[in-house]
């Protein structure tokens, strides 16, 4: 059927409901797939899926800690997603606001300020465009940053793996993208990543290698840090270049003696 919408239910601490109130419209699409981040002032941030086809089939809004919209939908996302329809948004230590979602088959992100203007224009975060990028998380760091992870169509050589990428608040890459499972066998999907109190990311991801669906996951640093005792493999940090062909070529530094050098 049609007229699909997107609701909010807001509970006290008690788990009572205290309202419930549509967000905006889904229009005919059962996959709106809505998210949230709280924002600094109490406030929060929803994003959902509109449509199947057609461009800007998503949309962004504030609302107030009581339900009450204070921006109109704001519409983003361009060409119509492939074949993922999830979203993710991320609160900086700014207070600005980070959306990521797949066009056309690639992931892209957009910010937004505290109330609700897009900052700038969509920012490609896959830098590799061979087969179809999905599945976009992202986490605040401490220093202001964010990190955005996905999962690529057969880039890792054997079925999906997942990617990672660290950005600026400015929206401008600080790394290259890293492959993160080191176990390429299978597909790898649905990752999903956190900052930890040491400054190191946490990366989880679903993994049917041994021919089950696992969770399995890894430790990164960023910032170029390390822990002592790391794991061997740890990405310590990464520099992208251009050769004089056109070329890419990235080089890597990984940690290879537990934390020690």
Same mark, same amino acid.
């Given at each position: 059927g049609g007229?699909?919408?997107? /609701?909010?239910n807001i509970?006290?601490?008690?788990g009572?409901s205290? +309202?419930?109130?549509?967000? !905006? ?20 941030a ?12 998503? /949309?962004? /809004? #504030? ?16 060409h ?8 993710? #948004?991320e609160t900086?230590?700014? !207070? ?7 066009? &056309? ?8 300020s ?8 969509? #920012? /490609? ?5 061979? !087969? ?5 998380d992202i986490?605040?760091?401490a ?7 996905w999962t ?5 050589g054997a079925?999906n793996?997942?990617?990672?990428r660290?950005f600026? &608040?400015? !929206? #401008? ?7 993160? $499972?080191e176990t ?12 930890l109190?040491?400054?190191t990311?946490?990366?989880?991801w ?6 089950? $669906? ?6 990164l ?5 390390v ?13 992208? &270049? ?7 070529? +990235? ?6 003696s537990?934390?020690r050098?």
């Open positions: 007229g699909h919408v997107v /609701r909010v509970f006290d601490d008690s009572n205290l +309202t419930t109130f549509n967000a !905006g419209s889904a229009n005919t699409w059962d996959w709106s797939k809505p998210v949230m981040t709280e924002l600094d002032n109490g406030s929060y929803v994003v959902w899926r509109t449509s199947k086809s057609g461009s800007n089939n998503a /949309r962004f /809004r #504030i609302f107030d800690s009581n339900g009450n919209p204070t921006t109109s939908e704001a519409s983003f996302g361009g119509a997603a492939n074949n993922s329809h999830e979203l993710a #948004i900086l230590n700014s !207070g600005h606001v980070v959306s990521a979602y797949q066009s &056309a088959g690639e992931i892209y992100l957009q910010r937004w505290p109330d609700g203007t897009a900052q700038g224009g969509p #920012i /490609r975060i896959n830098a590799t465009t061979a !087969g179809t990028q999905s599945q976009p986490t605040a760091l220093d202001g940053s964010f990190y955005i992870t690529s169509e057969n880039q890792d079925g793996g997942i990617y990672g660290h600026g &608040a400015d !929206g #401008i890459a600080i790394s290259g993208e890293t492959l993160i $499972n390429t066998a299978g597909n790898q999907s649905d990752a999903h990543v956190v900052q109190a040491d400054g990311l946490q990366v989880t679903t993994s049917d290698q041994n021919g089950n $669906n696992d969770i399995f996951s890894r430790t640093a960023v910032g170029n840090q822990t002592e005792n790391a794991a061997n493999g740890t990405m310590v940090g990464q520099v992208t &270049a251009t050769d004089i062909d056109g070329d890419t070529i +990235t080089y890597s530094l990984l940690d290879d537990d934390g050098f």
